[in-house]
């Protein structure tokens, strides 16, 4: 079945994209790539061209997305169509796709597991343009690998966090204890200076007539 796209279908999908927000994340993660192309790949990617670049992954985000009345932005699986967008000459595109491999995964590392997560369904079943399969299982299993990283480190974590909280009712456990220990021997005191004979009393309390 063949589709046409016409004119108008075209202006109203960059129209709708144009409105698609980067996030800050996205945008740090995008800066990120670009030092790393240019550091060690000795790409040179203009201001202009990441325009470009940022105009195409909009209408990505966009085409992308499942749900038109949801919530749309550019995510990190949308930046995996950079692979196509920043090399000059073939052979380049190997390393712009490790490249985006390895801060993709570095910047999971930094993101609840929940959020990772909602990753999955997307790689299995949902649309991303740019990758082919293979692609698509080596994302599937960094977010797997990472999920399951994270969601010990989160373990780890709420089991410190339990035994801190523990710690701290054992304390404050012991402190209430020592004070009421220190009020009933006060009241003691008290009882037993009560029932002395004021002389008495008087010296024990060190007072001076």
């Given at each position: 079945?063949?589709?046409?796209?016409?004119?108008?279908?075209?202006?109203?999908?960059?129209?709708q994209a144009s409105k698609i927000p980067?996030?800050?994340?996205?945008?740090?993660?995008?800066?990120?790539?670009?030092?790393?192309?240019?550091?060690?790949?000795?790409?040179?990617?203009?201001?202009?061209?990441?325009?470009?670049?940022?105009?195409?992954?909009?209408v990505a985000a966009f085409c992308n997305?499942?749900?038109p009345h949801g919530n749309v932005g550019?995510?990190?699986?949308?930046?995996?169509?950079?692979?196509?967008?920043?090399?000059?000459?073939?052979?380049?595109?190997?390393?712009?796709?490790?490249?985006?491999?390895?801060?993709?995964?570095?910047?999971?590392?930094?993101?609840?597991?929940?959020?990772?997560?909602?990753?999955?369904?997307?790689?299995?079943?949902?649309?991303?343009?740019?990758?082919?399969?293979?692609?698509?299982?080596?994302?599937?299993?960094?977010?797997?690998?990472?999920?399951?990283?994270?969601?010990?480190?989160?373990?780890?974590?709420?089991?410190?966090?339990?035994?801190?909280?523990?710690?701290?009712?054992?304390?404050?456990?012991?402190?209430?204890?020592?004070?009421?220990?220190?009020?009933?021997?006060?009241?003691?005191?008290?009882?037993?200076?009560?029932?002395?004979?004021?002389?008495?009393?008087?010296?024990?309390?060190?007072?001076?007539?």
């Amino acid at each position: 079945m063949n589709y046409h796209l016409d004119g108008e279908v075209i202006d109203w999908v960059h129209s709708q994209a144009s409105k698609i927000p980067f996030i800050t994340d996205i945008t740090d993660f995008l800066l990120e790539i670009s030092e790393v192309l240019t550091q060690k790949g000795g790409y040179h990617i203009s201001p202009r061209r990441w325009r470009k670049i940022g105009g195409i992954l909009r209408v990505a985000a966009f085409c992308n997305n499942p749900d038109p009345h949801g919530n749309v932005g550019v995510s990190l699986l949308d930046c995996a169509l950079i692979q196509h967008l920043v090399w000059h000459r073939h052979h380049q595109k190997p390393f712009v796709w490790e490249t985006y491999l390895k801060v993709f995964e570095e910047r999971l590392q930094a993101m609840p597991s929940a959020k990772i997560c909602t990753m999955l369904p997307v790689l299995q079943h949902g649309i991303i343009f740019g990758i082919d399969r293979p692609q698509r299982a080596e994302l599937a299993k960094i977010v797997a690998t990472v999920v399951r990283t994270s969601e010990e480190h989160e373990r780890r974590v709420r089991e410190q966090e339990e035994k801190n909280r523990l710690e701290e009712e054992q304390k404050r456990l012991a402190e209430a204890e020592e004070a009421v220990q220190e009020a009933e021997s006060q009241m003691l005191i008290d009882a037993w200076l009560e029932n002395m004979p004021p002389e008495e009393r008087a010296l024990n309390l060190g007072e001076r007539k």
